[in-house]
């Protein structure tokens, strides 16, 4: 029998040890995403019609209609995502306009690749690489964090 483990495994784990319990091996979820969780899935899914050839900020917009109720609702804690993913958005993809990464396919997919590492004897390590990327004859593996606040200088 092989037992994964993950980033977000360990972290819970060293975090509190209830909360890895209930998350983990009780399965049980919040009932709804914190704001940086919220916000990097939808990065990410920008980022993933990015790769696949599509405008991301069409997919920016398909979200914000789906979701625009529970947008509205949840103004308080999620401020106005849309908007604040749109401005960060903009400046990324101009920062790499002239300079563009490019995403290298692996198994017909440009973005969101999973992968298992086996660490010791029956403990593999399962996570997913965002993208491997080209930029100046280098490849890079590419990956999009969002946290609540950035370290300090």
């Known amino acids: 029998m092989t037992y994964y483990v993950s980033n977000s495994k360990v972290n819970d784990w060293r975090t509190c040890h209830k909360k890895f319990e209930f998350?983990?091996?009780?399965?049980?979820?919040?009932?709804?995403?914190?704001?940086?969780?919220?916000?990097?899935?939808?990065?990410?899914?920008?980022?993933?019609?990015?790769?696949?050839?599509?405008?991301?900020?069409?997919?920016?917009?398909?979200?914000?209609?789906?979701?625009?109720?529970?947008?509205?609702?949840?103004?308080?804690?999620y401020g106005n995502i849309v908007d604040d993913i749109r401005y960060i958005m903009r400046g990324y993809y101009a920062?790499?306009?002239?300079?563009?990464?490019?995403?290298?396919?692996?198994k017909k997919r440009r973005a969101e690749h999973p992968f298992e590492v086996d660490i010791a004897k029956g403990i593999t390590c399962k996570g997913t690489i965002d993208a491997v990327s080209r930029m100046k004859k280098k490849l890079w593996l590419t990956e999009h964090k969002n946290h609540k606040s950035f370290p300090s200088a």
């Open 95 to 106: 920062y790499y306009e002239d300079e563009p990464l490019i995403l290298v396919p692996y």
């Open 23 to 77: 998350k983990h091996e009780e399965k049980i979820q919040k009932k709804k995403r914190s704001r940086p969780l919220k916000f990097g899935g939808i990065v990410h899914k920008m980022h993933e019609a990015d790769a696949a050839g599509q405008d991301p900020f069409d997919k920016l917009a398909e979200i914000n209609l789906k979701e625009y109720d529970l947008f509205e609702s949840e103004r308080e804690e």
